[in-house]
């Protein structure tokens, strides 16, 4: 038995950068982890893999269509094999990565699945632990859909999507989400005629309305098809495949999908069973999450991040989350801007955004202006054949400060971190306009949106 500082359950994004950040302020702490490596979802599952086959597959695309126009000629072979083997080559190196880093930092893995075992207490195993801070990062798990049961041999959920053993004929993939569509793309690219079905009547809820037209055009155009307005009852599986029954939300004929494997994305569901919360009398609110204010749960020493409590389920808001209850607890000023949580679509092209969208802003009477830029009038963006999509930036009508800014295009995810910046500064959409930025590249299409905010920009 042994006396901590703080007790993490859970080793995923959350947790483990709590636990690092822990460890950097002096605090003695444990981890705890059932799973045979650390890293949780992100790393073992989820964003880590899926990210090595969407860019060994986008690889395996550009090398079958767009080569030969770049006057490279090769016959690309798919090693389907090889591909999975070094997409779990690239887990191994980051999970160990993650332990090296508990070791560095002087923070203790309990190996096994904890319980809050009362006030200050966090059983593992047979061990009881004191803790004087317990801290829940259990993270999320796939959400089931009623009359269709996982099997992961043809019913897949996203864990059982990363390692299909054949590319297949047909895919049908339920929920037009971010996971759904990621890796509907890795099988897409890989020769699958993927079919998206949907409940709402639209992809990509939460992200700006005309972007996600824009980025349904986009994967249409790329081969992938769209049933929005639909439902799914039910699902039989056999031996060589899987029959789906589909009929739309309004009412109407049902429909019979056939394919070779389903892919169950419908979203995710925070991970709180058997976590003892009843013994510290925490109780959970009406979608099974763990209420929080500013970290704290309604029990005293017992905090909560990431997708297990409220808010978006990403990789980097659970992290922010992690830092800011570790300050919390060291008698700093922890704190999360949850307006500039950004979010990503690994697609290509890329999606990303950050802030408010149009909707959002409409909704709550918000003045703002627009400004948009296309990557067609890019310069890199055009010498490198990457001309679809676009940037828009939203300011405030009064003040001009940024209030959200999506990007559909090229490296999406790596420059949607300039406006995350800009938005941390309060900054106008002018500090962004009259920002130097490098020529040629794609990084100029966000200053042309700036620019565009007044009605200067200067390419289009």
Known sequence: MAQYDVVIIGAGPGGYNCAIRCGQLGLKTAIVEGGPTLGGTCLNVGCMPSKALLHASEMFEQASKEFAHLGIEVTPKLNLKQMLAQKAESVTALTKGVEFLMKKNKVDWLKGWGVIAGPGKVRVGDETHDAKNIIIATGSEPTPLPGVTVDNKRVLDSTGALSIPEVPKSMVVIGAGIIGLELGSVWRRLGAEVTVVEFLPRITPGMDEEVAKTFQRTLTKQGMSFKLGSKVTGAKASAKGVEVTVEPVAGGAVETLKADYVLVAIGRRPYT????????????????????????????????????????????????????????????????????????????????????????????????KAGKFPFSANSRAKINHETEGFVKILADAKTDRILGAHIIGPQASE???????????????????RTCHPHPTRSEALRQAAMAVEGWAMQA
Do not use: Q
């Open 415 to 433: 420059m949607i971190g300039e406006y995350c910046v800009a938005m941390e500064f309060s900054a106008a959409s002018e500090d962004i306009a």
């Open 273 to 368: 069973n058997g976590l003892g919360l009843e013994s510290v009398g925490i109780a959970l609110d009406k979608r099974g999450f763990v209420p929080n204010d500013h970290g704290k749960t309604t029990a005293a020493g017992v905090w909560v991040v990431g997708d297990a409590t409220t808010g978006v389920m990403l990789a980097h808001k659970a992290e922010e989350e992690g830092v800011a209850v570790a300050e919390l607890i060291a008698g700093k000023a922890g704190h999360v801007n949850y307006g500039v949580i950004p979010s990503v679509v690994y697609s290509s092209p890329e999606v990303a955004w950050v802030g408010k969208t149009e909707d959002d802003l409409k909704v709550e009477g918000v003045a703002y």
